[in-house]
């Protein structure tokens, strides 16, 4: 189980970046509204201070007054410092000279000069947080939250654009890649992954291209450029996003650090800011640390989170479902304004970092995000990352071990074996923290030390004690013991026998496959991705068109703000089916075993500007040659790698892997379903050969001619062949290799045993009636593991003991010398010796058998012959030790007489007498092995 690490994300990053005028907007939490923590910022007195106040009078204290970042403000001014503007004038907020006039410009004291609405905007976070917090608007600028390179690079091999899996494009032109922070074992670390993975860590990436709608209308494939800029790049930090139910946030720093309600309506006290209009903070407070509104709310990161893999509702314990019941009182259900993200939810089940109960020794509630996900993860350290996993750096094993060693016990580059990198020996321990933390996070006792990612940076948050525990200091005030792994296996405090086998006894568990392989509860599977772009026009005259949010990120102004721009084109998107429970296994970059998930399953149609349809129902091909898909490419609907942030404290159970079809990617039950998509299915009166009756009859079901296969189908059970792309990032991701499906696979074992029912005499009258009929899953293992050491047994004392006289009468040697013969009686003598003391091995063993089965049943006859059966336990058991032992000087016997064998055999002897020697060599292995047999299993 895991109680995954907090990454506190350094409160400060926005400095001063958020007063925060009205109009950004960011989720607030999933739980409970927070109000305003702060003060109201000091009411102007005599006409001291700036007069930002004459008419926002009540606004919240961006900052604490008297914290050190509120101090640090008020020494280059006030809302001036973050804002700029004009701090000389005042007036009343009816007047629009006055707000025109404070809204111009900016005073000396700061080094920019003109008046910035959303100071944490990343375009211009550099002047404005960048005062206090150099250097982190260059390192967002590259980071994922604002290239989304993998997303664009995933999708264009889903489309069949992309050529290779090389990084090119971003939502902006971007250059310079750099390892800028962290430790120097983390530096390290990154320049040999990147020297490993060059095409996944870019130097530079070029702005996402717009094709013509006449360079569509002659490659229909290239609408995947319309369908990326208008519908999935609206989440990156350049720009505001949506104006939707829980969309609402700010820009930059301000999309993470500035709360806004799902609702989108400001609850505070500035009287400039309408409360009844949507799209305005919370309230005007930064929200980061402890210090700081208790850290950045679960929804703040679901306001993006929510696409994608979904990685974000599904922490949340939420899924897309398309009815939107159960019912509300007044009957509606979650339509209109009800929708989040615009979407109709089900609660499946939260993960367990999300959930207020936790363990005993630990207070309730749950862990935020940025508990785990480190400042570096969030800010980007310089260099341009091509995907999420370049850019994460933790693992579970992080804060919570192995079963054999603690996390400090661990290397560097502990769970993200990537095939290419070198391996790592030397235990990682623990760390001190760096500049970048000290100067603007928490700071928390070290005790032992700070736990270090994989990667080798501190946890500044998670501490190891002097008696070896791991705390971690939530953001939200709360402090939690981590589970470790070693102290479970070495204490056996399993909560189960099936969790000590499989993270313990199978030490392959640990070594090839992700934590959450198994302790992901559920991923959000949301089959076939069929995605049809309009161009032209609609019925009324007018063009389709939809908002290009490239584009518009790319038409921002000097005061960081930005206009919204429209791109020919209309996206209309839907899926096939959904599924939620046990999701396909197979490779994730890194070379271990994940669950998977539908990336995007593009099957897409277009049409094009005269209303003629240019492809229709396309599956399309990545390169000739990749992923086993032959001259013609592999299917590039993807099949992606995922850390679903669904995690449980109970791991899914044994067969819902090694006998699920699914699990291995043969498809729902094996592939037998969702067979028909090759063809139009028409639903009408059939005659007695099928054919349709009615002329006026319609096609019912499209058909999508490249997809004989279930879409959860990656790979043919028949012939071993992969059907479509798994992970469209990392060379090494892909399906389980046919090894690993050889290994994994059980699918039919209940056979074995169930077979016997259809001789109902046998099975009633031998099986039942010696061990019952069983009525639960703990009855029915219990009963196997007795139906298995009975037959062992029984066949164990069945077996006679091997005799040299029974063997098969060989042909007359030829006449030995008398030195070969005086070696051959040696070696008889030997196995001789040796026959007799396995027999007595075999006769005590047998003893100790029947000796323990007395024993069983003066137990069962009645307790108080209890006495007696300890008696004739404790005699089975010295009789065992007994035949131990003259089985083990047996073996020695033999062994010499192997030895004296050997010795024979490297001399130059007749052919015959050697034949001779060599049979012995067999009977005397044979009789070692079946004595040994006997002892061991009668024992």
Not at 441 to 455: D, F, I, Q, V, W
Request: with cysteine; proline share 7%; aromatic share 6%.
């Amino acid at each position: 189980m895991r109680k995954m690490r907090k990454v506190f994300i350094p409160a400060t990053i926005l400095l001063v970046a958020l007063l925060l005028m009205g109009a950004l907007v960011l989720p607030v939490f999933a739980s409970a509204r927070q109000p305003s923590q702060q003060a109201p910022a000091p009411v102007l007195q005599g006409g001291e201070g700036e007069g930002c106040l004459s008419c926002h009078e009540g606004i919240e204290s961006i900052r604490q007054p008297d914290s050190d970042m509120m101090k640090q403000i008020k020494a280059k001014g006030e809302c001036t410092t973050c804002h700029g503007g004009n701090p000389n004038v005042r007036g009343v907020p009816t007047s629009t000279v006055a707000v025109e006039a404070a809204h111009k410009g900016a005073p000396d004291t700061v080094p920019f000069d003109e008046f910035y609405p959303d100071p944490g905007s990343i375009w211009v976070a550099e002047k404005t947080c960048g005062q206090c917090h150099p250097g982190y608007a260059h390192r967002l600028e590259r980071a994922l939250m604002n290239t989304e390179a993998g997303k664009i690079q995933g999708n264009l091999w889903a489309w069949g654009v992309a050529e290779d899996q090389k990084v090119i494009y971003g939502n902006y032109d971007v250059s310079g890649s750099e390892v800028l922070e962290g430790t120097d074992a983390y530096k390290a670390y990154m320049h040999e992954l990147m020297t490993a993975y060059p095409d996944q860590f870019p130097e530079s990436l070029e702005q996402l291209p717009n094709p013509t709608v006449e360079e569509i209308q002659a490659d229909p494939k290239l609408a995947a450029f319309t369908y990326q800029r208008q519908q999935c790049q609206r989440c990156h930090v350049g720009v505001k996003g949506r104006a939707k139910r829980a969309d609402w946030r700010g820009m930059g720093c301000s999309a993470c650090h500035i709360p806004y309600s799902n609702e989108g309506l400001y609850e505070g006290n500035d009287p400039t800011i309408p409360k009844d209009e949507p799209g305005h903070l919370l309230v005007h407070e930064i929200q980061g640390t402890r210090e700081a509104r208790n850290g950045i709310p679960t929804e703040t990161c679901v306001t993006c989170h929510n696409r994608g893999k979904r990685i974000g509702v599904s922490y949340q314990g939420l899924m897309e479902f398309p009815y939107g019941t159960p019912f509300f009182e007044d009957g509606t259900k979650q339509d209109g304004d009800h929708r989040l993200h615009t979407k109709r939810y089900l609660f499946i089940k939260e993960d367990l970092h999300h959930e207020k109960q936790s363990r005993p020794e630990n207070p309730e509630g749950g862990l935020l995000c940025q508990d785990c996900h480190t400042t570096l993860e969030m800010h980007g350290d310089g260099t341009i990352p091509g995907t999420t996993l370049g850019q994460v750096e933790i693992e579970c094993s992080d804060c919570h071990g192995t079963p054999t060693a603690y996390p400090w016990e661990l290397p560097l580059g502990y769970g993200e074996e990537f095939a290419r990198m070198s391996e790592r020996t030397e235990p990682r321990g623990v760390g001190g923290l760096t500049d970048l933390i000290e100067q603007f996070g928490t700071l928390y006792n070290p005790e032992a030390g700070y736990l270090l990612t994989a990667r080798g940076n501190p946890f500044p948050e998670v501490v190891r004690t002097a008696d070896n525990k791991v705390i971690l200091h939530s953001a939200t005030g709360k402090d939690f013991y981590v589970p470790l792994l070693k102290d479970i296996a070495e204490n056996n405090t399993w909560s189960s026998p099936n969790g000590e086998v499989a993270m313990e006894k199978v030490a392959a568990h640990m070594d090839k496959l992700e934590c959450y392989s198994c302790h992901a509860d559920w991923a959000p599977q949301c089959y076939g991705c069929h995605i049809v772009v309009k161009y032209g026009v609609d019925a009324e005259g007018n063009p389709y068109t939809d908002t290009d949010w490239i584009a518009s990120g790319n038409t921002r102004t000097s005061n960081g703000t930005h206009t919204t721009v429209k791109s020919p084109g209309k996206v209309s998107e839907s899926r096939s089916y959904l599924r939620w429970e046990s999701p396909v296994l197979g490779v994730n970059g890194e070379g271990r075993v994940t669950p998977l998930m539908p990336g995007c399953q593009v099957i897409f149609t277009v049409i094009g500007e005269n209303g003629e349809t240019l492809t229709h129902n396309q599956i399309a091909r990545t390169p000739p040659g990749t992923e086993g898909g032959g001259p013609e490419g592999q299917r590039g609907m993807d099949m992606a790698p995922v850390q679903p942030h669904t995690s449980g404290r109970k791991a899914r159970t044994c067969e819902s892997c090694h006998s699920d079809p699914k699990a291995l990617g043969y498809g729902i039950e094996g592939g037998r379903f969702l067979l028909g998509y090759t063809e139009d299915r028409i639903i009408d009166l059939e005659g007695p050969d099928g054919e349709i009756l009615a002329e006026n009859a319609q096609v019912q079901i499209a058909g999508i001619p490249d997809l004989p296969m279930d879409l959860s189908q990656i790979v043919d059970p028949e012939t071993g062949q992969q059907m479509m792309t798994v992970g469209s990032h990392w060379p090494d991701s892909g399906p389980l290799s046919a090894e690993q499906r050889t290994r994994v696979e059980r699918t039919g074992v209940c056979m074995g045993c169930h077979q016997n029912m259809a001789n109902a005499s046998f099975w009633n009258d031998q099986v039942i009636a010696k061990f019952g009929r069983v009525m639960s899953t703990d009855e029915h293992i219990n009963v196997m593991n007795q139906v298995i050491q009975a037959s062992v047994a029984t066949a164990a004392a069945e077996a006679p003991a091997p005799a040299v006289e029974e063997a098969p009468p060989a042909e007359a040697p030829a006449p030995v010398s008398a030195v070969d013969q005086a070696a051959l009686e040696e070696v008889k003598s030997m196995v001789s010796e040796a026959g007799d003391m396995a027999a007595q091995a075999s006769e005590l063993a047998s003893k100790a058998s029947e000796l323990a089965g007395e024993a069983a049943d003066a137990a069962e006859q009645a307790k108080t012959e209890a006495a007696t059966a300890r008696a004739d336990a404790a005699a089975a058991k010295a009789e065992a030790a007994d035949a131990k032992a003259i089985a083990q000087e047996a073996d020695s016997k033999a062994t010499a007489a192997q030895a004296r064998v050997d010795e024979l055999a490297a001399e130059p002897a007749p052919s015959a007498a050697g034949m001779a020697i060599w049979v012995i060599v067999a009977l005397i292995l044979g009789l070692l092995f079946g004595g040994g047999i006997v002892y061991f299993t009668r024992k």
